[in-house]
């Protein structure tokens, strides 16, 4: 009974996304009938439309290097900051911490102009490169209070029988902190990449032309022009970019709820 129950759960949850994905294998002329259609017919236009007449494969391949590229960037910054927030004391380090927090907080709007002349005047804009940096700098307040908060639940005393063997404080954190931290780390590592892949203001602004387009910013191209909106071809496009976010959550779902769970709220 209880499997039946979880099952018919799963497949209420899994719903509306198979209905979405439905949507991108129907002809269009299904899709904006005002009657309901049960039993839709399976058509490949809208997967012929993404891949030959749209560069899809450049737009994902912009989504991939960018994501990646930005949780790299996120992670290198938000240890070394997380371990020094969560283990030494010095003034003002409570300060420091809510600061780096509170830069979440702000309205994009408020820096996309100096932003825009920044990339502009580096070489930067229009390029994977700056979409790095962006999403980077948007997540990195938020990967960094995830990892501290996860570090502030660890003992002491795993620190200081390294010490006492001679280790140093680099040591210390490459060999001991990051493996106990791993659920931590993935857990910001995630949530970083799913705030990437919804970003929509920065990349809008600093990516000018189909060069450096990632599927956010896709998806926008089939809501208007002649053909109007192109509700199979936003669908298709909608669930490529939910799917692999969904089954990376589903093959780490066990550190996940771990870092989720012991820290990442705390603090």
Avoid at 63 to 76: E, T, W
Avoid at 90 to 105: A, E, K, N, Q, V
Avoid at 127 to 148: G, K
Avoid at 197 to 214: D, G, H, K
Wanted: hydrophobic share 60%; charged share 10%; proline share 5%.
């Amino acid at each position: 009974m209880r499997y039946i129950i979880l099952l018919t759960w799963a497949l209420f949850c899994l719903a509306p996304v198979l209905w979405f994905l439905s949507i991108g294998f129907r002809p269009r002329t299904e899709i904006i009938t005002p009657q309901p259609i049960y039993f839709p017919t399976f058509s490949l236009d809208a997967w012929q439309m993404i891949w030959h007449d749209w560069p899809m494969a450049s737009y994902l391949r912009n989504s991939v290097l960018a994501i990646i590229g930005s949780v790299v960037i996120d992670l290198v910054l938000a240890i070394p900051a997380a371990y020094s927030l969560a283990r030494y004391s010095y003034r003002g380090r409570d300060d420091i911490g809510f600061y780096i927090l509170s830069t979440r907080m702000m309205a994009p709007a408020i820096v996309a102009i100096p932003i825009f002349f920044l990339f502009r005047n580096l070489g930067l804009l229009d390029t994977v490169w700056a979409l790095m940096l962006v999403f980077a700098a948007v997540n990195l307040s938020l990967v960094t209070w995830i990892i501290r908060s996860y570090m502030l639940d660890l003992p002491h005393e795993i620190e200081d029988a390294a010490r006492t063997d001679g280790a140093s404080d680099l040591s210390i954190l490459v060999l001991i902190i990051i493996p106990v931290c791993a659920p931590g780390i993935i857990t910001a590592s995630v949530i970083a990449a799913i705030f990437a892949i919804n970003e929509f203001f920065f990349t809008l602004l600093i990516a000018s032309t189909q060069n450096s387009y990632t599927l956010s910013v896709a998806l926008a191209n089939f809501t208007g022009g002649s053909d109007g909106i192109i509700y199979n071809a936003i669908a298709l496009v909608a669930f490529l970019a939910f799917a692999p976010v969904f089954l990376l959550v589903l093959a780490i779902q066990h550190h996940l709820s771990r870092g989720l769970t012991m820290g990442a709220v705390k603090g």
